[in-house]
């Protein structure tokens, strides 16, 4: 920012947004049917996507720009703690081989759209699929949010748009903005499953350079780890308390492995991550993608390094949102520089693009059809999902411009608290029809209102405010506020179910069958059953 | 607890057939170890032994990303072999 606009970096930077673009129309095209006005094909890619092209949708998906960004930043704010990315992403695929496939089963035979289509199906509440649909638009909008704040980051230190007028200053965020918006409207989800071919290559390639070439030039780990060391013992004048550390100290790994396991059990059920696994074409493609998948956690673990880097070449930022970005600027030749920022700012635009699809989708589904329209036909369903999709981008710009860059951060760490709560209908519901559907319902209300009066009333690293680690009531030490508030969750529910079954309230009506969870495509009445819009889909490999 | 009240032959037929192996077993075991090693933290917050100037802390979840994937792998073939199985029983009775 402060040496003028970085000109070679700027020109490589605008090459391969300009080249994600013309992808981003093309991409209609892309394994077309015949009837292209639906859900299914907009807003799945007319669920024919095989296991690379689902590796590569996934990665694109769940290791956002912002996650590029975030993880070495809180590395380099505070250490240790902010490694708990990687467990939380060992664990998730464990979890996602037991519950996923069920899910792609019994949303195959019924053609479901979203998460909630199935909770209505499975427990015959409109209710319940409402509190469900409207915690995943909320937990979902400030993520998007996140990722224009990820091309904002990079735009900064590349010395754009810092003019004098407001104008002038979010011109080129606006203009990316707007590319994102036509191309998601015209191409639905085939755009992002296209352009993360191109992500994921520049960010790999980026990470395996930085991760070789950064050390090298500061000297080895040992006196990159040794740097860290000595800047994390430095003791706060106001609090007496050392920065950071390079271990877990015995106080915080509590937190360490709630965050890691509360995490990991909400990653999967976002609506972004549950769109991109239903756009599968089998389900042996889901459990195949859980073995594929961890290459993405062992680049986070890299990338997780560069955070000790940026200590080691004493970079010295207000915003730790910055510190990845101008380490690359500091070290990288210039041209380097501008393939490694084209790397995030893509790597915003992939998970930006699916999230508003899914929300989209979400809303069509779940509200529009459920409570407004319910006789919408398939081709006003696929309207109103792009017009919706438009409207959420619209409203995470909004978001980004006129709120402080904390707002959005906060709303996305109650945003998983919130998508944790879902876990007793969603997951429970693949396994199980005991629960009651008020139960669930009940359930779902305690645990919102506690995790978000806990994580409001939790003082964080920067403010007052919205910390995500408080005191476990009973065990007494810290854990993730989102994983205490699932537990008294699941208690609620539990307790509820006995009582509503003694009282004998009425039980909703379920249109789904054991079989249902087990069934593969191919299977005797699973491929008919597809909606008409698929049929003439190439399921090509 | 509460299953749908209409059952089809077919479901009763898949009810049946998904019976408790030991292969099944073992496939439960290799997805739960992850868990037992990486909720531990107790058991890797140390800076020893330090590979190419990494501490412990890191390498070590590092190398779990690795463990963990070839667990998924072994879990994966046996959840495999066994739906083939099902399957083939299933379509043996049917016809």
């Known amino acids: ?541 | 607890m509460t299953e749908p009240p209409t059952r089809t032959p077919e479901e009763g037929g898949r009810k049946a057939t998904a019976t408790v192996t030991v292969p099944m077993i073992v496939a439960g075991v290799c997805l739960a170890i992850p868990f037992a090693a990486m909720l531990w933290v107790d058991s890797y917050s140390r800076l020893t032994p330090a590979f190419i100037g990494i501490p412990f802390f890191y390498w070590y979840q590092m190398l779990w990303v690795l463990i963990s994937t070839l667990l998924t792998v072994v879990a994966y073939t046996i959840v495999r072999r066994h739906e083939r199985l099902t399957r083939a029983r299933e379509a043996g009775e049917r016809s």
């Open chain 1, 1 to 541: 920012m402060k040496d003028g606009v970085n000109g070679v970096a700027l020109a490589v930077f605008i090459f391969f947004f300009l080249v994600v673009t013309v992808m981003g129309f093309v991409a209609s095209k892309w394994r077309r049917a015949e009837n292209a006005d639906s859900l299914d094909e907009w807003g799945l890619g007319g669920r024919s996507f095989g296991t690379w092209v689902t590796w590569f949708l996934l990665g694109g998906d769940l290791y956002t720009a912002y996650t590029f960004v975030a993880v070495p930043a809180a590395i380099y704010t505070g250490g240790a703690a902010g490694f708990f990315a990687v467990p939380y992403t060992i664990l998730c695929y464990p979890l996602v081989f037991t519950f996923l496939p069920r899910l792609w089963s019994v949303s195959h035979k019924h053609g479901y759209v979203t998460s909630s289509d199935f909770v209505r199906g499975r427990f015959g509440s409109k209710g319940l699929s409402l509190a469900l649909a409207l915690t995943g638009i909320l937990a979902t909008m400030p993520y998007i949010a996140l990722q224009l704040v990820g091309i904002q980051a990079v735009l900064d230190v590349l010395g754009v748009g810092g003019g004098s007028n407001w104008f002038m200053k979010d011109l080129p965020l606006l203009i990316a903005f707007g590319v994102l918006a036509a191309y998601t409207y015209s191409s639905g989800l085939r755009a992002p499953a296209l352009i993360a071919f191109v992500k994921d290559a520049l960010i790999y390639i980026v990470i395996i350079v930085a991760i070789i070439y950064i050390p090298i030039k500061l000297g080895g780990f040992d006196h990159i780890f040794g740097a860290a060391g000595d800047a994390f013992a430095v003791k706060n004048p106001e609090t007496g308390k050392p920065r950071g550390s390079l271990v877990s100290g015995p106080d915080a790994q509590w937190a360490y492995a709630t965050l890691a396991l509360g995490s990991a059990m909400a990653l999967f059920l976002y609506p972004h991550s549950v769109t991109a696994v239903l756009s599968s074409k089998g389900r042996n493609v889901i459990r195949r993608n859980t073995t594929i998948l961890p290459l993405y956690s062992l680049m986070l673990g890299l990338l997780a390094m560069l955070g000790f880097m940026a200590i080691a070449a004493g970079i010295k930022v207000k915003n730790s949102q910055l510190a990845i970005p101008q380490l690359f600027e500091d070290m990288f030749p210039d041209w380097f520089t501008g393939v490694a920022f084209a790397a995030i700012g893509i790597g915003a635009l992939v998970p930006a693009a699916i999230m508003s699809i899914a929300a989209a989708n979400l809303f069509t589904r779940n509200i529009y059809k459920d409570f407004i329209r319910p006789d919408a036909s398939p081709e006003h369903e696929a309207k109103v999902s792009k017009l919706a999709s438009l409207l959420v981008k619209v409203g995470a710009l909004v978001f980004v411009l006129t709120m402080d860059k904390t707002v959005a951060i906060n709303f996305q760490l109650l945003g998983g608290i919130w998508i944790l709560q879902t876990v007793p209908a969603l997951v429970g519901g693949l396994f199980t029809r005991w629960f009651h559907r008020w139960a669930l319902l009940g359930g779902w209300v305690a645990g919102m209102a506690y995790g978000t009066w806990r994580a409001y009333d939790t003082p964080s690293a920067t403010q007052d405010h919205f910390g995500n680690t408080n005191l476990i009531p009973l065990i007494g030490e810290k854990g993730y506020i989102g994983l205490t508030a699932f537990v008294l969750n699941v208690i609620v529910v539990i307790v509820l179910t006995f009582a509503l079954k003694t009282l004998g309230a009425p039980d909703g009506v379920d249109e789904t069958k054991a079989a249902d969870y087990t069934a593969d495509a191919g299977d005797p009445g699973v491929r008919e059953e597809l909606p008409p819009a698929t049929a003439g889909a190439p399921g090509g490999h």
